[in-house]
């Protein structure tokens, strides 16, 4: 079906959520609050400077224009939203006819990009994300395909049947989204210069806690090393990722999954994403990891605050926003009021309600602050106390770091509340605590922190690294949608035995072929 003139013709498809089965369905708002492009529009938001569509298609089309000068952008569609809940089955339904019939429409392709986070679910599927790609397949033929997605996806034999070359990130915080957009460009330009590709799925029977899919040091990151080397001496491959997974999606097809992409042969692309996955199995052991409990913290904030120790950073571990957390559970926030600890940052909570009024009362306010009050659930208490309003926002900004690094943001009316000792952020948009940019958009002074507290899993790593080194990072044992452990979550649908959960679980590798 591709075009027989020299300028090549690529459409363009993002579909990005990551959904926690434990959260509420994400709604069609939840798109378009953060991203939702039809068309020319996700051209438009690709080539600008700051731009709010997934950072792959920034990425993806300056290495095309560097490769193919000429080429075409087709760009079809493009949504993304926080981390939530399943897709309301009837709004993804909605998108992938939309998706099909705009391919129809555009005409033949010679290529095909999409750039999806991969572990998504619908209210009533487990695979979305695989529908989307045999759907695409289905609409443009036997033409090159690449796609591209978050080291959290689960994989399904569904996506990787439908695709000529398959990339995840190799980032955890998650700071190569542009160069993984450009990996793929250089793909689909061999591919449609007449190379060939073979891929192969290896999944596990493992299904790690994200707080162990660090890369920087740790068992994920022995492992991205490994096949990063594997690639040096091997030309044959044109990518072998290793996907860590999102156990908190509670599928049938999560686990650690193992894909390569060859230009030999399937048995090839078998045999290496094999070997890499027995080396994982081997190290199972090592993807347990022991958090601190809040006792701890509460005297490790204490001896920062005295200056007996240098200032630390909590992780909220149990409420990351960017795991399908609501960001307003209460357990770390209370236990430090009560504890009467002082030089404390929080953020982000997530509070609606509390940030408008907030706002209204203006700087400088003095009033009884009630958190939760309209949203109060199973860990986010509701309470009151005495507050001081030291900032307001519109809560725009640009990411200064990290993975939010140069995107505009958009976390709704935004304020800072003094609890007497506690700073907190309340937002109204629900967004992890990433970046510093969303303590210093009111005045606040990090450096000057005893203990900063932040609502992420581990993306605030990459975005506060220049405050905290990882000695002074600490993940706290807490609840909420994303606890890290996993023997607190009633599971009900992950292909079980399934290590850590079963201590039993097995695995061998097969032989290749």
Same mark, same amino acid.
């Given at each position: ?82 981390p939530g809940g399943p897709i309301e089955q009837e709004f ?92 793929? =460009? ?61 156990? +908190? ?63 630390v950073i909590f992780s909220d571990a149990g409420d990351n ?17 009560d504890a009467k600890a002082t030089s404390v940052l929080l ?21 009884? =602050? ?68 969303? +303590? ?64 039993? =679980? ?8």
């Open positions: 079906m591709g075009t027989e003139n020299s300028a090549k013709r690529i459409a363009l498809i993002g579909f990005h959520l990551e959904s926690n089965a434990f959260a509420p369905p994400t709604t069609p708002e939840d798109f378009r609050r953060l991203c939702y492009l039809e068309g020319e529009a996700l051209a438009i938001e690709a080539r600008k400077a700051t731009p709010s569509c997934p950072l792959e298609f920034p990425g993806f089309f300056r290495e095309m224009d560097r490769l193919s000068p000429g080429w075409v952008p087709v760009p079809i569609f493009c949504a993304a939203a926080e993804f339904d909605a998108c992938l006819a939309k998706i099909e019939g705009m391919l129809r429409q555009a005409g033949p392709v010679d290529a095909v990009y999409i750039s999806n986070h991969g572990a998504m679910t619908a209210t009533e599927t487990f695979d979305p994300d695989g529908e989307l790609y045999q759907t695409v397949r289905r609409c443009v033929g036997p033409v090159p395909i690449a796609a591209s997605v978050d080291l959290h996806a689960a994989i399904s034999d569904a996506m990787i049947d439908a695709v000529d070359a398959f990339v995840s990130y190799r980032t955890n915080p998650h700071v190569d989204q542009r160069e993984r957009g450009a990996e793929c =460009a250089r793909h689909l330009a061999e591919l449609m210069a007449g190379g060939k590709s073979h891929l192969a799925l290896v999944r596990l029977p493992l299904t790690p806690a994200s707080v162990t899919l660090l890369t920087a040091s740790g068992p994920y990151a022995d492992l991205m090393n490994e096949a990063d080397a594997i690639m040096a001496k091997d030309d044959r491959l044109m990518n072998l990722s290793v996907v860590g997974g999102f156990v +908190f999606g509670d599928t049938p097809k999560n686990g650690m999954a193992f894909v390569a992409t060859s230009r030999d042969s399937e048995a090839h692309a078998f045999a290496t994403a094999e070997g890499l996955a027995a080396r994982g199995w081997a190290d199972r052991h090592r993807f347990v990891k022991k958090l601190t409990p809040i006792s701890r913290a509460l005297e490790l904030a204490r001896d920062a605050a005295s200056g007996a120790t240098a200032p926003p960017g795991g399908g957390g609501r960001g307003n559970t209460t357990e770390l926030l209370l236990a430090l009021l953020g982000n909570f997530v509070d609606g309600a509390l940030a408008a009024e907030a706002v209204a009362k203006g700087k400088g306010a003095k009033f009884r =602050a009630r958190f939760n009050r309209a949203n109060a659930d199973q860990f986010g208490k509701a309470f009151e106390r005495d507050a001081t309003v030291l900032s307001v926002h519109d809560g725009k900004v640009v990411g200064r770091r990290g993975i939010f690094g140069g995107r505009q943001l958009d976390l709704g009316p935004t304020a800072a509340l003094d609890l007497g000792g506690i700073t907190v952020v309340v937002t109204t948009a629900r967004k992890q605590c990433a970046d510093p940019a969303f +303590f210093e958009m009111h005045g606040l002074d990090i450096a000057k922190a005893a203990c900063v507290c932040v609502k992420s899993r581990g993306h605030f790593r990459a975005g506060f690294d220049e405050f905290f080194p990882p000695e002074r990072v600490y993940e706290v044992d807490t609840g909420g949608l994303t606890a890290p452990v996993l023997e607190r979550i009633a599971f009900r649908n992950l292909p079980r035995p399934v290590y850590p959960l079963d201590a039993h =679980a097995q695995w061998a590798p097969k032989a290749a072929g």
